[in-house]
Each structure stands twice: as structure tokens, then as C-alpha cells.
């Protein structure tokens, strides 16, 4: 069994500001929310153990309830040193089998690859830590002079994550007596004898330590989704009763048919709201918008719409182009399609060529056909927004 210690303990005293830095946003999300995401991506992590500051204990548990992350994880309170902060949460790795794997919260950009090859060394050796080669010229300087040049074609940059077998990490906290100036757990298990495996990161794995940084790293984020556009698909389906008008695209059908729901039930809104919540990854339109919320009874649809695209603005996104389908038997909406192409137009910004919308009968077929029903789907694509 394989564990993850994110450590996310430290109070952040460089970075400045009211908030600590594990919560602040990069793209739109915490910077603990993006390091969390891509130990649960990792096939090879079974749980992950998050240690917090005692009192960020309960808004690191609120994080992790609201992110929905696939796999267990656990939140400890951690100590007044890092070394104290991880041996906290290696008290909460279940057994002495795998490899555990600690990583500073701060880091947010490793990747996926790069955590399962350093659990691949860890696996074989006992002891593993990624690190980059050392591009700067190091000089060692005494009294404001330089003394020395520093050959740099053996050093290199320790990062994170570093994994070891949990007997062996276990056993360097329990033998090395001064462990609070350890500045890693490599340190430590060094300290031992014990020879660590070096993984060389193929990806940008910096560690945000400034305010800079965090802009330094959305432009990094910014470059990654320029070459990788994201597809949502998203749908929606509402049963008809007798009354009207029908809402569709954040158009008011004059008819004798009204859908039914806990907002306007406007079926094409809410499933490109679910598309381009999908492409982000940031849950459906349920979950930002629950039908127990008296708030959203009777609400306009667009609000939805509005909020998911302020979203994927956040995080340097823009719509490409969409896609929806609209399905029902009656009323005829034809006439209307192209006011509703116009509405989704204004609200997300995507230009009206870019905006196709459909409309399919049933031919009397099913609830749909029988006209007790509407449903819609929506495809979107969404790029970075410096690319559309």
C-alpha cells in the first residue's frame, strides 16, 4: 500500500498576506487543492494524508469535502517544525508495507509521471527523491566576496516528492536525535547510512514560496492547457407540464407547455453549464447549485451559466466552440434558434459563428415524444484563453 504525506503545516511567513498560501488560489483553485489532485490522479497512491496546521485543520478538511476527490484522505494536525509536521502524518500510515511519499503542499505542479517514477526508485532502492540539475552558476561567498566557484555538474536541486519504504522512514525518525533541523526527510535517512535514489523531474516543479510565484506558475499552467484543450460533454433532462412559457437558451417560448423544476428549467442553459464544468473538472451544476437551496427556486438559468464560465475564466479559460442538441416534440422552436444562439453568445463571450444549437423530435416516441419531457446535451471546447 502506497501513501501520500502532503505536508501543508508551514504558516507561510515569506509569502505574506492574510491568507496562508496552501489556500490561496492559483487558476482558480487552492494551491493544496491542485497538490492533492495529482497524488489522487496517481493510479499508484492508494490514500493520502494531509498535514495541516492546527488551526487550518477544520478549512483543510472543508477543501477536501468540497474538491470530491477519488481517493481516502485523511487530515492530521501537524507540529512547530516541518520534520515534526511529517512525522505526524507518517503516525497516521496504516502498516509498514509500500512506499510513502512526502511532499510540500506548496508545490503544486509535479506531475503524475514524475510521482510514479519516484515511487518506482523508492519501490526498488528504499529511498528516492526527485531533484533538477542546477543551471545557475553557485559561487561560495564570504563577507560580500566571492571565494570560490562552485562546480555544478554534480549538483542538484532537491524537490519533492521523496518516497521511501515505510520501515525505513519510520526507523530515521526513531534513530536520528536531531531531527528538527532536518530541512527534508533525505536528510534523515541519509543520517542513516542509507543511500537515496536520485529521480530527475521531467516537468516544472516549483515550489511557491512568494506572491511571484503564484503568477509565475499560472503563467506556466496557462502554457500546459495551450496545447491541451479540454471537452466537456454535458446533459439535461426535465419532464413538461401544462402552463408556459418554456425557457430555453434564456428564451421565453410562448406555449402551453412549461417545464419543471426546481430553478426556470431552462434545459439548454443548464447542460452547457454542466459541459463546461465538466471540462474543468469542477463538479456539475448539482453541486454548485443544489435543488435544497431555496435560492436557486425559480432562479434564471443564466446565473448558472454566468458562474460556471467566471470559473473557467479564473483559470485562463475560453470557450472554443459549443455544441447542443436540443430534444423534444412540441413546440416548434426552430423559429427561436438563432435568439437563443445570440443569448448563449452574450453570456459566455464566444462569438454567435462558434455557437451551434440543434433541435430533434422524437417522432412521438417516449416521454420525450409524448411531449411529458425536454432533455438537452451540449458539447464544449475550451482553450486557454490567449488562444481563442
Known sequence: ??????????????????????????????????????????????????VAASEFVEQTRELVEEAKFSKPVKIVAGGATRSRSTASGLSAVNG???????????????SVEDIRSVIEAAAKSGAACLASPVADTIKRVANGEIRETIDRSSLMSAQTPQGFRVKLLRRAF??????????????L????????????????????????????AEALLRDDRTSIPLIGFGTDFHRLEAGGPLKLGGVAIDCDLQAV???????????????ILGALAAGDIGSHFPDTDERWRGADSRKFLEEAMRIAREQGLALGNLDAVI??????????????????????????????????????VGEIGGSRAISATATVLLFAADRT
Open 96 to 110: 509498514d508495507d509500500g512506499v510513502v511519499l512526502v511532499h510540500d503542499a506548496a508545490r503544486p505542479l509535479v
Open 327 to 364: 430534444d423534444l416534440e412540441r413546440p416548434k422552436i426552430r423559429p427561436h434558434i438563432d435568439e437563443m444562439r445570440q443569448t448563449v453568445s452574450e453570456i459566455t463571450g464566444l462569438e454567435i459563428g462558434r455557437v451551434s444549437v440543434k433541435a430533434k423530435t422524437r417522432e412521438g
Open 261 to 275: 423544476g426546481h430553478s426556470d428549467g431552462d434545459v439548454l442553459l443548464h447542460a452547457v453549464t454542466d459541459a
Open 189 to 216: 535517512v541519509e543520517s542513516l547510512g542509507e543511500r537515496v535514489s536520485i529521480v530527475t523531474a521531467t516537468s516544472p516543479n516549483m515550489k511557491i514560496t512568494t506572491q511571484d510565484d503564484v503568477r509565475i
Open 1 to 50: 500500500m502506497n501513501t501520500a504525506i502532503i505536508v501543508a503545516a508551514g504558516i507561510g511567513t515569506r509569502f505574506g498576506g492574510d491568507t496562508p498560501k496552501q489556500f490561496v488560489k492559483l487558476a482558480g483553485r487552492p494551491i493544496l487543492s491542485r497538490s492533492i489532485e495529482k497524488f489522487d490522479l496517481c493510479d499508484e497512491i492508494d490514500s493520502i494524508i494531509v
Open 174 to 187: 526513531a534513530t536520528v536525535a536531531d531531527v528538527d533541523n532536518a530541512t527534508d526527510e533525505c536528510t
